[in-house]
């Protein structure tokens, strides 16, 4: 029987928690994160000079709670 | 500096190399060879010194001093410098929350372009970043502070959630 995307999602995810990325997960994921961007072409959509963050906040500002 | 401080600074510097290694070959493999990802190297900051001679740069942020200060406090911090053959063309710092579980992306700053032509770099840098937050362990990506709307809308598109309480965008790692 063929198991569902979420619940191998969920294997995937209690597996990480216990030992981690290995690199080829890691390089996986990032070329699916590209091909992604690619899909929706967001990098036409960057403003132009972008900058971003506040330099006098860089030690300060969020904790663990979102 | 802390013998402990030293071990993590060392530890953790191994890490951001090999995140770089990995989103650099990713760029090679894609015949990307005019562009090449680097630690914040003292090449990079002498490169950011000329963008103080913009008219277009929107922040007068020193990064000498920021890195100097950003580097000894957050041993476990992620730095970028993205080149375009000899041009720096971006540069950016982050750091882990104090327990790891996010990786915060918190400063971010792309050559003015009236300093010379470049691509856009963002979604380089977010990659990157991509890499380092899996390698450490973080479950997700704060983007800190964005500077405007336009900009907040922007990092909306990679699928990030504003969250005003604290100023900054996430998105899970998965």
Same mark, same amino acid.
């Given at each position: 029987?063929?198991?569902?995307?979420?619940?191998?999602?969920?294997?995937?995810?209690?597996?990480?928690?216990?030992?981690?990325?290995?690199?080829?997960?890691?390089?996986?994921?990032?070329?699916?994160?590209?091909?992604?961007?690619?899909?929706?072409?967001?990098?036409?959509?960057?403003?132009?000079?972008?900058?971003?963050?506040?330099?006098?906040?860089?030690?300060?500002?969020?904790?663990?709670?979102? | 500096?802390?013998?402990?401080?030293?071990?993590?600074?060392?530890?953790?510097?191994?890490?951001?190399?090999?995140?770089?290694?990995?989103?650099?070959?990713?760029?090679?493999?894609?015949?990307?060879?005019?562009?090449?990802?680097?630690?914040?190297?003292?090449?990079?900051?002498?490169?950011?010194?000329?963008?103080?001679?913009?008219?277009?740069?929107?922040?007068?942020?020193?990064?000498?001093?920021?890195?100097?200060?950003?580097?000894?406090?957050?041993?476990?911090?992620?730095?970028?410098?993205?080149?375009?053959?000899?041009?720096?063309?971006?540069?950016?710092? %982050? +750091? /882990?929350?104090?327990?790891?579980?996010? *990786?915060?992306?918190?400063? #971010?700053? $792309? &050559?003015?372009?009236?300093?010379? %032509? +470049? /691509?856009?770099?963002?979604?380089?840098? *977010?990659?990157?970043?991509? #890499?380092? $937050? &899996?390698?450490?362990?973080?479950? %997700?990506?704060?983007?800190?502070?964005?500077?405007?709307?336009?900009?907040?809308?922007?990092?909306?598109?990679?699928?990030?959630?504003?969250?005003?309480?604290?100023?900054?965008?996430?998105?899970?790692?998965?």
């Amino acid at each position: 029987m063929t198991k569902k995307i979420s619940h191998i999602s969920k294997k995937r995810r209690e597996k990480r928690k216990k030992t981690g990325w290995t690199e080829a997960e890691i390089k996986a994921a990032l070329v699916q994160e590209r091909e992604l961007y690619k899909k929706e072409r967001l990098i036409e959509k960057e403003p132009d000079n972008l900058v971003s963050g506040d330099m006098s906040k860089i030690h300060e500002g969020l904790d663990d709670e979102k | 500096m802390k013998l402990m401080h030293m071990g993590a600074e060392n530890r953790y510097n191994v890490l951001r190399k090999q995140a770089i290694r990995i989103i650099q070959s990713d760029l090679y493999s894609r015949n990307k060879h005019n562009l090449k990802f680097t630690t914040v190297t003292s090449a990079a900051l002498q490169e950011t010194k000329k963008w103080f001679s913009s008219t277009k740069r929107k922040v007068n942020w020193n990064w000498v001093d920021e890195y100097g200060n950003f580097k000894f406090s957050y041993p476990k911090r992620f730095e970028a410098a993205l080149w375009q053959q000899n041009d720096l063309i971006c540069i950016s710092l %982050g +750091r /882990p929350t104090y327990s790891g579980s996010f *990786l915060r992306l918190d400063v #971010v700053e $792309a &050559r003015p372009k009236d300093l010379g %032509g +470049r /691509p856009n770099v963002f979604d380089e840098i *977010l990659l990157a970043y991509g #890499v380092y $937050a &899996r390698m450490i362990g973080a479950t %997700g990506i704060c983007i800190m502070n964005p500077v405007n709307d336009e900009v907040r809308a922007y990092y909306e598109t990679f699928g990030y959630a504003y969250v005003s309480k604290g100023d900054y965008l996430f998105r899970e790692v998965t």
